[in-house]
């Protein structure tokens, strides 16, 4: 049981490059977040699904897209990246009737 | 909208000091309360929670009890290890939502020998 993955760990971009974040989860749960972490400003939610085929956005969507194809996995796309996508971002799911939010151990990504 | 304010740090204490770090919230409804911790170089993790008002949440030494009265959520330990610096965020589940998290901006706690 791996809990929540996270690849890559650390990636550098260049200003209007393309790429994927991957998250996926093992723990059946249904429902999946994305925030991004800054210094000083805790923890912003992107985007999130509460099931395969429906996602939905967050407080700070603007620049990502996402995607849930299957219960298990929940990408976030940065379609032309910028200096202020600067963050680690973090993956999170929850479900089964829990109220804990389990979370993956982060992407660095620093964009120049 | 949802909010949550805490003390921000950093926060510096000796071994077997005492602790407080001070949360308040603003919600409608009634939302469930949590404290998240995040050792160096990794993801977030529960470290207590509490549903309704009046409840306490205690883990590792650890308690919060949940004010209605005064919006507050306040983190307490009697004698803090080493092994308790981290990063420390207080967090609400916004709407009643449990996949939407609203966080503070997190406290530093730096513990010394």
């Known amino acids: 049981n791996a809990g929540v993955t996270q690849t890559p760990k650390f990636q550098v971009l260049k200003t209007g490059q393309s790429m994927t974040l991957q998250c996926a989860q093992d723990?059946?749960?249904?429902?999946m977040s994305w925030y991004r972490q800054d210094p000083g400003m805790g923890l912003r939610l992107i985007h999130y699904?509460?099931?395969?085929?429906?996602?939905d956005q967050g407080e700070v969507p603007n620049g990502y897209n996402v995607s849930r194809s299957t219960t298990e996995d929940f990408p976030l796309r940065l379609l032309s990246a910028a200096p202020s996508q600067t963050s680690v971002y973090f993956c999170?799911?929850?479900?089964?009737?829990?109220?804990?939010?389990?979370f993956g151990p982060g992407t660095r990504l620093t964009v120049t | 909208g949802d909010s949550v304010t805490q003390m921000e740090g950093p926060v510096t204490l000796s071994e077997e000091a005492c602790l407080t770090i001070?949360?308040?919230?603003?919600?409608?409804?009634?939302?469930?309360l949590f404290w998240y911790v995040q050792y160096p170089g990794e993801g977030l993790q529960l470290l207590l929670k509490?549903?309704?008002?009046?409840d306490k949440g205690s883990n590792k030494g650890f308690e919060a009890t949940y004010r209605k009265e005064t919006t507050s959520f306040h983190l307490e330990k009697g004698s803090v290890q080493v092994s308790d610096s981290a990063v420390y965020f207080c967090?609400?589940?916004?709407?009643?939502?449990?996949?939407?998290?609203?966080f503070g901006k997190g406290t530093l706690l730096t513990v010394n020998p």
């Open positions: 967090a609400l589940n916004s709407g009643g939502s449990n996949y939407k998290l609203t």
């Open positions: 001070n949360c308040t919230y603003t919600a409608t409804g009634y939302p469930s």
């Open positions: 509490a549903t309704k008002a009046d």
């Open positions: 999170a799911s929850t479900g089964g009737g829990s109220i804990e939010q389990y």
């Open positions: 699904s509460v099931g395969a085929g429906i996602t």
């Open positions: 723990m059946n749960h249904e429902y």
